[in-house]
């Protein structure tokens, strides 16, 4: 998650050095195409996991707020239009919500002893007697 808004960050900031038009083409300049990658696979990294998240969310009755960071585009306005990030805070203080949540939710699970390892009879003899 770090590494998708670390990305967007990125790429806005590249994006506003310079006067531009707001561009609705699928085509890089040559100055975002560094950024443009590190988006691409933030991004194809956090398409993966998801449907993962999606589902804890369902199952745990938590909002979903994965499928608005889907939907993120950037270069939609021009840089001297718009001041703010793609993606909103309140957004991010959505996303970083859910993860506490789930996390609190998912240590539940995995603090439960895991069950004991058969034993010997042998051992369990000795450990009758001693």
């Known amino acids: 998650m770090a590494q998708f808004l670390g990305a967007v960050d990125a790429w806005e900031a590249a994006y506003q050095k310079y006067y531009r038009m707001p561009d609705f083409a699928a085509t890089v300049t040559p100055d975002l195409e560094e950024q443009q990658r590190a988006y ?14 999606r589902g804890l969310c369902f199952r745990h009755g938590l909002r979903d707020p994965w499928t608005s960071l889907l939907r993120t585009s950037l270069g939609q306005h021009a840089p001297q239009n718009r001041t703010d ?15 506490i949540l789930l996390t609190e939710a998912c240590t539940e699970f995995a603090q439960t002893d895991p069950p004991a390892a058969r034993r010997s009879w042998l ?5 009758w007697f001693w």
């Open 40 to 53: 691409s696979v933030a991004r194809k990294r956090l398409e993966g996991t998801v449907p993962r998240a």
């Open 85 to 99: 990030s793609a993606v909103s805070a309140s957004e991010r203080q959505l996303v970083h919500e859910c993860l």
């Open 123 to 127: 051992q369990r003899l000795l450990d």
